[in-house]
């Protein structure tokens, strides 16, 4: 079974900080998503890395796989309060027949204070 | 277009009730996933249907049955729930659970409540 842990587990930051939010797991995984989940409504896929060392930026989001890719980043730049958030990252685990599901993180719960 | 759509928002329901969610997506999408949320907690998966079949059923209870009436419907049928059963349920569509097609779009979810 292909595990990832996210840490840290909570993160209550200022407005205008900086902050980074890691994934990580023993097992190599082909990709990893982020999603970014807020109260009551479905995760947001934010991104999906592929290649080992690839850097993705989505506006004031970094995003970072390893170059073994058996982990990731998530850096934020300059945190606003629309970032509060559940922030989950997830990779595919083969389950059998050919098909694929997702692994998730048990999720950085972020929070950005005004 | 990346949307899933679900119905309804919310639910309450008492442990004696039918009640049906429904979730649909028009993206082509050929696997469609039930997942089960409960507070601070990441999605569980539930129920895999690739090309409408039934793939994986993570040993759900039997008073949670799924259907997939066609390639862009997904349905999940509750009777019987236990107050235990109250939790954010979403669905999720990819192209298809193959190596390359998984990845995942989810609807906004149903907040259900058993009473």
């Known amino acids: 079974t292909q595990l990832l842990e996210q840490s840290p587990q909570f993160l209550s930051i200022q407005e205008g900080e900086n902050l980074t939010v890691y994934c990580n797991s023993s097992?190599?995984?082909?990709?990893l998503q982020w999603y970014r989940q807020e109260p009551g409504e479905g995760p947001v896929l934010l991104v999906t890395v592929v290649t080992g060392g690839e850097v993705k930026k989505l506006k004031r989001l970094t995003f970072q796989f390893g170059d073994a890719r058996k982990d990731s980043s998530l850096h934020i730049t300059a945190a606003q309060p629309g970032d509060t958030g559940l922030y989950l990252c997830?990779?595919?685990?083969?389950?059998?027949?050919?098909?694929?599901?997702?692994?998730f993180g048990k999720g950085t719960k972020l929070s950005v204070i005004p | 277009d990346t949307e899933v759509t679900q119905t309804p928002k919310h639910l309450v329901m008492g442990m004696t009730n039918k009640k049906s969610l429904k979730c649909e997506q028009h993206?082509?999408?050929?696997?469609m996933y039930w997942y089960k949320q409960k507070a601070k907690k990441p999605p569980e998966l539930m129920f895999v249907?690739?090309?409408?079949?039934?793939?994986i059923n993570e040993s759900v209870p039997s008073r949670f049955s799924p259907e997939c009436p066609n390639s862009s419907l997904l349905n999940l049928h509750l009777h019987a729930l236990q107050p235990e059963d109250s939790a954010l349920y979403l669905c999720?569509?990819?192209?298809?659970?193959?190596?390359?097609?998984?990845?995942?779009?989810f609807g906004p979810g149903t907040r259900l409540t058993v009473t």
């Open positions: 997830a990779g595919p685990s083969y389950s059998g027949a050919g098909s694929y599901q997702l692994t």
């Open positions: 249907y690739s090309y409408e079949k039934l793939s």
């Open positions: 097992s190599v995984f082909s990709s």
């Open positions: 993206m082509g999408h050929r696997a």
């Open positions: 999720a569509s990819s192209q298809d659970d193959s190596y390359v097609g998984y990845e995942q779009y």
